[in-house]
């Protein structure tokens, strides 16, 4: 079946505009999780949702990044005022629920100049 | 933060050689997932394995954990030059809502 897709591969904007990132999660996958990985680090988690509401949102590094998932399927992660530091590959993953196997999709890479 | 650090940082063999990469990790787990990444992109999930696991295989992989020891191995068997990426482990903290906490991961190149 399809795995996770995001949209779009890539994206160069100029400081200051706004940013949004798509994730499709797989099918039937009620959690969904966003993670940003910086050059040489590991992934390091945003924001988890299970269904429509966000469960843990203590990853956003501040009040510019907001994600929504209003039906419970794709979600979006929104980037205001965005900074040269908020250039990244920003990951999303789906799973069945808490704590089962989380499948990535392939990231947007996120430039800001 | 990191909470599993791989070992080592990197690591190079010749083809049909097993390759062993390490986690040690510091808070209790509910599980610890394997992944690889090729190019910077995605990651591709390998194994979880479950606090409640020591060893699980899937085809070439073997992996083990220790929570006495806080830490984890993944064995690569016979490994080929397509196994080369970064390898990460990753921790699903006990009481941190599912979220996986990730290592710097491991660079593994395998010399055809």
């Known amino acids: 079946g399809a795995g996770v897709s995001q949209t779009p591969s890539n994206k160069v904007t100029e400081k200051g505009k706004y940013v949004e990132l798509r994730c499709d999660p797989i099918?039937?996958?009620?959690?969904l999780y966003w993670y940003r990985q910086s050059l040489g680090q590991g992934p390091e988690f945003l924001i988890y949702?299970?269904?429509?509401?966000?469960?843990?949102d203590s990853g956003l590094p501040n009040d510019r990044f907001f994600a929504v998932r209003p039906e419970g399927s794709v979600s979006t992660l929104k980037i205001q005022r965005t900074e040269r530091g908020d250039s990244a590959v920003y990951l999303c993953?789906?799973?069945?629920?808490?704590?089962?196997?989380?499948?990535f999709g392939p990231g947007t890479r996120l430039l800001v100049l | 933060s990191q909470q599993g650090e791989e070992d080592p940082q990197a690591l190079s063999i010749q083809e049909g050689e097993n390759a062993t990469m390490n986690c040690s990790y510091k808070?209790?787990?509910?599980?610890l997932q394997w992944y690889r990444q090729n190019s910077g992109r995605g990651l591709v999930h390998l194994i979880l394995?479950?606090?409640?696991?020591r060893e699980k295989h899937s085809g070439r992989l073997r992996v083990t954990l220790d929570t006495s020891k806080k830490s984890s191995s993944l064995l690569i068997t016979a490994s080929r030059a397509a196994d080369t990426a970064s390898y990460f482990c990753?921790?699903?903290?006990?009481?941190?809502?599912?979220?996986?906490?990730f290592g710097k991961g491991i660079t593994l190149s395998v010399r055809p």
């Open positions: 099918s039937g996958h009620t959690a």
């Open positions: 394995i479950r606090s409640n696991e």
């Open positions: 808070t209790s787990i509910n599980n």
């Open positions: 990753a921790t699903d903290d006990t009481g941190a809502n599912s979220k996986l906490t």
């Open positions: 993953a789906s799973s069945l629920g808490s704590s089962w196997a989380q499948y």
């Open positions: 949702f299970q269904g429509t509401g966000a469960a843990d």
